[in-house]
């Protein structure tokens, strides 16, 4: 399972992205390679960030659907849960967590 940084903010975002962007399409060859449908990726470490951390994971959801992959975001830090709703954009991170509520 992939992991996410400890620090997320505006001024490293861009090489974050082109960081994790590698690191998730080779997971996604592997993943696609055992017939998996879904790429895990852990927030746990995540401590410091703002909203360039929603930017950044709306982006993996994306590169991952190009793929035919679902991202499932493992252990978000109940702020950042929180920044996604407040910015309207929870759903499109945790879609099974919208569906049941």
């Not at 400890?6 to 997971?27: D, H, I, Y």
Request: net charge neutral; with cysteine; aromatic share 4%.
């Amino acid at each position: 399972m992939l992991q996410l940084p400890a620090r997320l903010r505006m001024a490293g975002a861009r090489q974050a992205w082109a960081e994790l962007s590698r690191a998730l399409a080779a997971e996604a060859a592997q993943v696609k390679a055992g017939a998996g449908v879904e790429l895990r990726l852990s927030a746990a470490p995540l401590t410091d960030f703002d909203s360039s951390a929603l930017s950044l994971l709306l982006s993996a959801a994306r590169l991952c659907t190009e793929q035919g992959l679902a991202l499932k975001l493992d252990d978000a830090p109940a702020k950042l849960q929180e920044l996604a709703r407040v910015y309207g954009v929870s759903e499109l991170l945790w879609p099974a967590a919208a569906a049941a509520a």
